[in-house]
């Protein structure tokens, strides 16, 4: 069943976390595959037995913030007295004698724990403020977010002379990983060797060195992240990549609207990209042209606060944005756009309904997974004009809208839209609207039925931006890129199974059977060009080995899709191997 806000709270004695190491190293990896450690699965169910009867424990607390048990008792006005943080290794052998393997052992020695000053810098409470349970709901979100977290708990325990200690606790996931990764989509091969740690130290920092080789280019990145630089509220991104096709550098500066009674926000940023562009039709490449991009922006921003679980938010900023084309020597004959330059103040809104709740196995495996199921809404306005460097006279702006909603108790519906345009010469220009609709219900039990419904219409597009269809997009049946339009469909419908089996106390397992169906189109193309206007199909199914103590939460997926439609240039098997996100 779908929890409510509340309903994931484990007590400390029930929670026998679990997290998975994911690729590691050479060494840690041969260890982890030894033989002997997996636990055999007993039922049908979605989650591990343990996870399960914690939930069945909690359900009557379901309403009360962040499973906060003593939060009624708690006295209005009461004072936050002592904060203490604990934080636990990936594994826990002193308590869970499966775990207390001389590997997992090892692997707590080798991993630097996060600094509890690190976590205690990201509460939005202090010792001495006034105990709210709506800010240490909060909190625990904030954390959660952290990608170097399995999870966090927060529980107050009200003392004696009536003010509240805040006990603080988290456990890490493996963030040091290095090795050679591999993917397959649409009949291409994308090739990964990294080293990064998403936690560096234990301070929180990214670290990140790579090499990716993909279909279109090969590139060397180096990336930093700080997500709170001196221990403060503020952001900094760094990342330089040296590209076979060219190069790219971004810097990002922000002091974010960070919680939803954030009072005031503000940031710069900067980015370079060089690269050859390409167009496709039928998932050959047509035309190509060096495609050179500069941004530079910044902004201010001010916040009333949360009132009545709304936070509205407004922006002021002013962004420069120039792209120049040249010819590129594989296309020397090819379209080349036309340079443009854009340059306007602009000003934005922001509502952000508080409606979040808390999941598990719904896009992720074994996971918690945090959605806001209030309305929001983005709202962005700018002009552009040669008064201020541009080439011409657009108004530009964008809009999006999403929200969510439980028809059922073992449903759930989430919705968004969006759009952008610019807007001169008495017409719309690169006008793209997009809307999604995804569908979840609990079947077979607590297994899963997902859909999904995307839809985008274009106009007038940039020379350079393209509508595509194909396997690196949803279409998993079908090449990378394989139609093109200026409208698209996709609708997915997959039935997800979860199981409680775990390979090694370190990696969960799910399967799923799949059908797509698609087609990107042009409204206005020949009737005789059936592949133009031909609807695509492909059922499939799929592996997933998900990864709950890795930094990256990742999913394994291995699929195998058969297209139901296309020539004889199509296999007639899609292998397709990647790693993602979500399910």
């Known amino acids: 069943m779908f929890s409510r806000r509340g309903e994931r709270r484990l007590r400390a004695p029930q929670r026998r976390l679990r997290h998975l190491s994911g690729a590691t190293s050479l060494f840690l990896t041969i260890l982890l595959l030894l033989p002997g450690s997996a636990r055999a699965g007993s039922s049908s169910t979605w989650m591990p037995p343990w996870l399960k009867e914690a939930l069945e424990r909690s359900a009557p607390e379901v309403g009360k913030a962040g499973g906060l048990e003593a939060a009624a008792e708690i006295p209005p006005g009461a004072v936050i007295g002592e904060i203490r943080v604990v934080t636990r290794n990936i594994f826990n052998p002193d308590e869970d004698p499966g775990e207390n393997r001389w590997f997992f052992r090892l692997a707590n020695r080798l991993h630097r724990k996060t600094r509890p000053g690190v976590v205690e810098s990201q509460l939005l409470f202090r010792s001495g403020d006034p105990y709210s349970p709506e800010l240490v709901e909060e909190s625990e979100r904030l954390l959660r977010r952290n990608s170097y977290l399995y999870d966090a708990e927060i529980r107050p325990v009200l003392r004696e002379d009536g003010r509240v200690d805040i006990e603080v606790e988290t456990r890490d996931v493996w963030t040091l990983q290095g090795g050679a990764g591999f993917s397959r989509a649409g009949g291409e ?45 503020t952001r900094l991104f760094l990342s330089v990549a040296e590209n076979s096709d060219g190069g790219r550098e971004r810097f990002e500066l922000e002091r974010p609207f960070y919680s939803l009674d954030t009072r005031w926000a503000a940031g710069v940023r900067a980015f370079k990209d060089d690269r050859i562009s390409q167009l496709f039709k039928a998932g050959k490449a047509t035309d190509g042209f060096r495609h050179e991009t500069e941004i530079l922006e910044a902004y201010g921003g001010y916040s009333t606060g949360l009132v009545h679980g709304m936070a509205h938010r407004f922006r002021l ?248 439609d296309g020539d004889d240039s199509i296999d007639r098997v899609q292998w397709l191997i990647s790693t993602k996100e979500s399910f």
């Open 189 to 233: 091969n994308t090739t990964t060797f990294e080293v990064t740690d998403s936690n560096f130290l234990g301070t929180g920092k990214d670290v990140t060195v790579s090499r990716i080789g993909t279909v279109d280019r090969t590139s060397n990145l180096l990336r930093y992240q700080d997500p709170n630089v001196l221990g403060t509220r």
């Open 317 to 564: 900023g002013f962004t420069h944005s120039r792209e120049d084309f040249d010819i590129a020597p594989r296309f020397p004959k090819g379209l080349l756009p036309a340079d443009r330059t854009l340059s306007y103040p602009w000003i934005s809104y922001d509502l952000v309904e508080d409606g979040f709740v808390v999941e598990r196995d719904l896009n992720r495996i074994q996971r918690p997974e945090d959605l806001n199921l209030g309305r929001q809404l983005h709202l962005r306005l700018g002009f552009s004009s040669p008064t201020f460097g541009a080439d011409q006279e657009h108004w530009i702006g964008e809009i999006g809208a999403a929200a969510g909603w439980r028809p059922g108790p073992r449903q759930l519906l989430l919705a968004s839209a969006g759009g952008s345009t610019r807007y001169g010469e008495s017409q719309a220009e690169n006008l793209l609207v997009s809307g999604n609709v995804r569908y979840y219900l609990r079947t077979f039990g607590d297994h899963l039925l997902y859909a999904s419904l995307t839809g985008d219409l274009a106009e007038r597009l940039d020379d350079e931006e393209q509508l595509l269809l194909g396997g690196d997009s949803g279409l998993r049946g079908y090449p990378l890129r394989f139609q093109t339009g200026d409208r698209r469909l996709l609708f997915t419908l997959e039935q997800r199974f979860f199981s409680d089996r775990e390979l090694f106390r370190l990696a969960t397992v799910g399967a799923a059977v799949f059908f797509d169906a698609g087609q990107a189109w042009f409204i206005n193309a020949d009737p005789k060009l059936e592949q133009e206007r031909k609807l695509l199909k492909d059922v499939g199914v799929g592996l997933r080995l998900g990864s709950i103590r890795s930094s990256r939460g990742a999913v394994v997926h291995l699929d195998v899709a058969f297209p139901l």
